[in-house]
Structure formats: C-alpha cells, structure tokens
C-alpha cells in the first residue's frame, strides 16, 4: 500500500494538473457515477493528503475523497485523453490534461462535516503542519501494544507504513515490540521529528530512502537494494541479509497481522 508521502504527491501533482479550470468528471466504469454527474464542470479549488487519505476541495463544498488501498492506482497525461482501459472508477479532464483511477478502495463525495469525521478518527500526520505528535503520544504511552502496531494505526499516526514505521523504529534503536507505555516521551519526540524528516524527503524524492549517508552503496562498496519499492533502507523486507550497520542477520516475525523488521543488535 503506498505510504503517506505518496499521497501528498498525488495532492501537489492534481492541484498543479487541475487547478483554476472546470474539470470535467465521469466514470466510465459506472461504480462512481452519481458522484461523478453530481461533480462535473466543477472547478478544483485544492487538493490536500490527511495520512493515505486523498481530498479534492471542488467549489460548492464538494469534495472528492479518494482512498487507494492495496490496489488502487492513479494515471495521468497530457490531451487527448485516451479510451478507458480495464476499470476506470473515475476520470477528470480539463483542456488540457486527463487523471484516471482504477481500483481504489474509496472513491467519493463528502460534504464538509462527513470530512470532518474523517479527520477526527486519523491520527498526527507527520507531513501535516497541523499534526498533534502530542496527542499520538498521550495513546502510546497509555497502550501496552507493541510500538509497531501502534504507529501503524493510522488513528494514532496517520500516512506512515510498514516501511517508514519499520526504518524509523530501527534508527531510533528501539524494537518493534517494545509496549508504547514504555516509550519515553523524549524518544517519542525524536522518533516523530525523525519520521517528519524521512516522509519529507520521500515526498520530494517519490521514493523512500533512509540509510545514513555513509550506508550508502557508494560509501559502502555494496550494490545498491534492489526491491519494487526502491530506496535504500535498513530493515524492511531485509530478513536474513546483515545490517548494514553490525552485520547482525536482520529478523522477521508476524506483529499485529503484519511482518515486522528488525536488528537484534541495533535495536536491543
Ligand atoms: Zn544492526
């Protein structure tokens, strides 16, 4: 599933693509189209990310809520728009460009007050500027849960994923299965200003990187990773290679329904 930075650059992207200009909506796969008559012609005022969640702000307090889910993704290009291909639940047009979308997991139109509860049951985003890291916290050090599973309860901390939850857990020294209770509020303090840095630069680079400068390939004299997700990273999906900081074998085990990466050396 993508992590949050993704979203956020799907936001920038459709606002840059859309913006100040009537966009014209369909769904030429049907499953959005009510939606999508009520939308059209509307013009696109902004575009923000809360977490994995997508928002459209159209005029006339319409707004497109888009979840992608495991298997949602989106398209773009330049006009001509081309015929719809496979199971298109949703596509904008302007003059000049085209946005499809295929499979997300929520595809809809909110009123102001149903975005409002949206919001109230995500948690800090860490590339929001209005994200409350002091609220997450007040949930973690009351939770007996592991770390892990905490910070990937997107009503705790919303937008970060396996791999940032996994990389960060990791830089900080800390195990994934330590309870939240016993995270110090100074730790928690440098793991969410840690987690700002790493999705900020993800949002800017489009992929996830988070090794330290001197474990690089080129510093190293390793071959660079090489995983669909791309970056550079310490622990996800690592299980069974050395660490790149103590060449300890990397470890995996099942946490919370999902796997879970970790150093024993590095985080003890
Ligand atoms: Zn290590």
Same mark, same amino acid.
């Given at each position: 599933? &993508?992590?949050?930075?993704?979203?956020?650059? *799907?936001?920038?992207?459709h606002?840059? %693509?859309? /913006?100040?200009?009537?966009?014209?909506?369909?769904?030429?796969?049907?499953?959005?189209?009510?939606?999508?008559?009520? %939308?059209?012609?509307?013009?696109?005022? $902004?575009?923000?990310?809360?977490?994995?969640?997508?928002?459209?702000?159209y005029?006339?307090?319409?707004?497109?809520?888009?979840?992608?889910?495991?298997?949602?993704?989106?398209?773009?290009?330049? #006009?001509?728009?081309?015929?719809?291909?496979?199971?298109?639940? *949703?596509?904008?047009?302007?003059?000049r +460009?085209?946005?499809? %979308?295929?499979? &997300?997991?929520?595809?809809?139109?909110?009123?102001? !007050?149903?975005? /409002?509860?949206?919001?109230?049951?995500?948690?800090? $985003? &860490?590339?929001?500027?209005?994200?409350? !890291? $002091?609220?997450?916290?007040?949930? =973690?050090s009351?939770?007996?849960?592991?770390?892990a599973? *905490?910070?990937?309860? #997107?009503? @705790?901390?919303?937008?970060?994923?396996?791999?940032?939850?996994?990389?960060?857990?990791?830089?900080?020294? =800390?195990?994934?299965?330590?309870?939240?209770?016993? *995270?110090?509020?100074?730790?928690? #303090? /440098? @793991?969410?200003?840690?987690?700002?840095?790493?999705?900020?630069e993800?949002?800017?680079?489009?992929?996830?990187?988070?090794?330290?400068?001197? +474990?690089?390939?080129?510093?190293?004299?390793?071959?660079?990773?090489?995983?669909? +997700?791309?970056?550079e990273?310490y622990?996800?999906?690592?299980?069974? #290679? !050395?660490?790149?900081?103590?060449g300890?074998?990397?470890?995996?085990?099942?946490?919370?329904?999902?796997?879970?990466?970790?150093?024993p050396?590095?985080?003890?």
């Amino acid at each position: 599933m &993508p992590e949050g930075h993704t979203i956020h650059r *799907l936001a920038a992207h459709h606002r840059s %693509l859309l /913006a100040g200009r009537p966009v014209a909506v369909s769904s030429p796969q049907g499953r959005f189209a009510a939606g999508a008559a009520a %939308l059209t012609g509307a013009e696109l005022l $902004d575009t923000e990310a809360y977490g994995k969640h997508l928002l459209h702000h159209y005029a006339g307090d319409r707004i497109l809520h888009v979840h992608l889910g495991l298997y949602g993704v989106f398209s773009d290009g330049e #006009q001509p728009v081309p015929p719809p291909i496979g199971q298109v639940r *949703l596509r904008l047009t302007t003059d000049r +460009h085209w946005i499809d %979308l295929r499979g &997300p997991t929520a595809c809809e139109l909110l009123s102001p !007050p149903e975005v /409002a509860v949206l919001r109230a049951r995500l948690g800090a $985003d &860490p590339l929001r500027d209005d994200a409350d !890291p $002091d609220a997450a916290y007040a949930r =973690i050090s009351r939770s007996g849960i592991a770390l892990a599973a *905490l910070l990937l309860d #997107q009503s @705790i901390v919303a937008g970060a994923g396996l791999v940032y939850v996994s990389e960060v857990l990791f830089r900080a020294g =800390i195990p994934p299965t330590r309870p939240g209770r016993e *995270l110090s509020a100074e730790a928690w #303090q /440098a @793991i969410w200003i840690d987690l700002r840095e790493l999705m900020k630069e993800g949002v800017t680079r489009g992929r996830i990187d988070t090794v330290h400068s001197r +474990h690089m390939p080129e510093a190293m004299g390793r071959a660079p990773r090489v995983d669909r +997700h791309g970056g550079e990273v310490y622990v996800y999906r690592r299980a069974g #290679q !050395p660490c790149l900081v103590c060449g300890t074998e990397i470890l995996r085990s099942g946490l919370a329904g999902r796997n879970s990466y970790w150093c024993p050396a590095c985080q003890p």
